[in-house]
């Protein structure tokens, strides 16, 4: 049984950081696209980063433009995936799902109709 969990939410101020960590199992996910989407109260899932498999070790990110340049997204190992979240900002606050889902050509990360698993989500609080 796939399995996808996140951790690492919390309460955070203004301009802090917090680190996300997505850890998937009942299946080799090397060759998959790993992802994270978000939700706020009243919003529509939205994309935040994903990871695609490029061929043989070459992974490379995707980033919404709300988050370039304070979030980075890492693979760790072919069913681990850390998203590193630095400077947020009170619109940052959501409920935070990692996904997965079989690599496409040309890749998708953007559509949340790419991913076939998902997390059961992630509280991500920004507020003083």
């Known amino acids: 049984q796939v399995q996808l969990v996140e951790s690492g939410g919390g309460l955070v101020q203004p301009g802090g950081s917090l680190r996300l960590s997505c850890v998937a199992s009942?299946?080799?996910?090397?060759?998959?696209?790993m992802g994270w989407f978000r939700q706020a109260p009243g919003n529509e899932r939205e994309f935040v980063t994903a990871?695609?498999?490029?061929?043989?070790?070459?992974?490379?990110g995707h980033y919404a433009d709300s988050v370039k340049g304070r979030f980075t997204i890492s693979r760790v190992n072919a069913n681990t995936v850390y998203l590193q979240m630095n400077s947020l900002k009170p619109e940052d606050t959501a409920v935070y799902y990692c996904?997965?889902?079989?690599?496409?050509?040309?890749?998708?990360?953007?559509?949340?109709?790419?991913?076939?698993?998902w997390g059961q989500g992630t509280q991500v609080t920004v507020s003083s």
């Open positions: 996904a997965a889902g079989p690599q496409q050509s040309p890749p998708r990360p953007y559509n949340a109709r790419s991913y076939i698993y």
């Open positions: 009942g299946r080799t996910f090397s060759t998959y696209a």
């Open positions: 990871v695609t498999w490029s061929g043989g070790n070459t992974y490379y």
